[in-house]
């Protein structure tokens, strides 16, 4: 098995706002964003900036770009999903946000996805990558 430490993952849109917003009923992260980012190698797909961009304000985007200069790499990929991959996700039920997402990591050879949302799991079988929560995203790390 591969350790999460020597492969890319992908945060979720949740992943940020819990953290940045300190969501008691998600400490596991703010741990993963304000202690352990070093030890990730994160990768950003548009889709999730866009999403980012929508639901923080411009004070927690300034503080969201402070943090990312934290971890081991960013990849930042401001091109859009592949079509055929975002339409092979919908024909299997996924909702277009979600099958944007899963295009954007499959495409990048993205190995892990930290949400707190495991939707993905029900809506997607056989998904080339892994979700993990946060929690759980810790734990590999240990």
């Not at 990048?108 to 929560?133: G, K, M």
């Amino acid at each position: 098995m591969n350790s999460i430490r020597d492969q890319v993952a992908a945060l979720d849109t949740n992943e940020f706002i819990f953290a940045l917003r300190r969501a008691a009923s998600h400490p596991a992260c703010e741990i993963l964003l304000f202690d352990r980012l070093n030890e990730f190698q994160i990768y950003i797909p548009l889709q999730i900036l866009l999403e980012l961009q929508c639901n923080l304000s411009r004070n927690e985007m300034h503080d969201l770009f402070l943090i990312l200069t934290k971890a081991k790499a960013v990849t930042w990929d401001y091109m859009p999903a592949p079509t055929a991959l975002v339409r092979q996700g919908e024909s299997r039920g996924a909702k277009k946000g979600d099958a944007v997402i899963t295009a954007h990591l499959e495409s990048a050879n993205v190995r892990y996805l930290i949400s707190e949302n495991r939707h993905f799991l029900a809506e997607l079988p056989n998904l080339p990558f892994e979700v993990l929560t946060s929690a759980e995203a810790l734990q590999g790390l240990d």
